[in-house]
């Protein structure tokens, strides 16, 4: 007869190990979802700051091209003072008021558009930190669990004092029923009576 303790032991084994292979598995599956899941959200990243810089590019040369048709304008409406006074014969405070007046709103003008640059520069700073929370987000969502040789370990060895207990126990039953002692039943005895 086959030892039940050793039986009980390398059935436990077998299936600890088995166990052991399929958490390496799932362990090497995950790390791959994880590298996957690191690279499609850095290349989102990518994306998404390329798309940042373009729009800042446009924002920068529309505020430039504002503020170059402000001075333009502003120009053209002083020389048109100018020209008028000068028509009128009108010099002095009045000539002056108007100047000023008028370079005072092109000041004005510019400085809106100033502000509105550095505005779309201050939101895109924000965006940008917002996306890369959400690719680090991303990442940490994706992280494969950690496996440790050491839990592995104690879990085949539980397995295997499982299993030797199981035999133990089995052998002990089976010794039990075979033989007379303490532990089980005891026989079976036949009785004759004579009448």
């Known amino acids: 007869m086959c030892n039940p303790i050793a039986a009980m032991v390398g059935m436990a084994l077998v299936s600890a190990g088995t166990q052991y292979m399929q958490q390496r598995e799932a362990a090497k599956a995950a790390a791959d979802r994880e590298r996957q899941a690191m690279e ?15 729009n800042l590019k446009e924002a920068r040369s529309k505020a430039e091209t504002d503020k170059f048709s402000v ?5 053209k409406n002083r020389g048109t003072i100018m020209a008028a006074s000068s028509e009128a014969g009108a010099f002095g405070n009045v000539l002056l008021s108007e100047l000023a007046e008028s370079m005072m709103n092109q000041g004005y003008d510019q400085s809106i558009i100033d502000y509105n640059y550095r ?16 690719a680090q987000n991303t990442i940490n969502a994706n992280k494969a669990p950690k496996t ?10 539980a397995s295997a004092f499982e299993g030797a207990m199981s035999g133990y126990n089995m052998y002990q039953s089976v010794k039990g ?5 303490s532990k089980g039943p005891p026989p079976a005895t036949f009785v004759e009576y004579n009448v």
Do not use: C, F, H, P
């Open 177 to 181: 029923l075979s033989t007379t002692g």
């Open 40 to 54: 499609a959200a850095m290349a989102q990243r990518r994306l998404e700051e390329e798309q940042l810089q373009q």
């Open 71 to 75: 001075a333009r304008e502003g120009a």
């Open 119 to 134: 505005q779309t520069v201050e939101n895109a700073d924000l965006r940008r930190k917002a996306y890369d929370l959400n």
């Open 148 to 157: 440790s040789g050491l839990l592995s370990g104690l879990q085949i060895g």
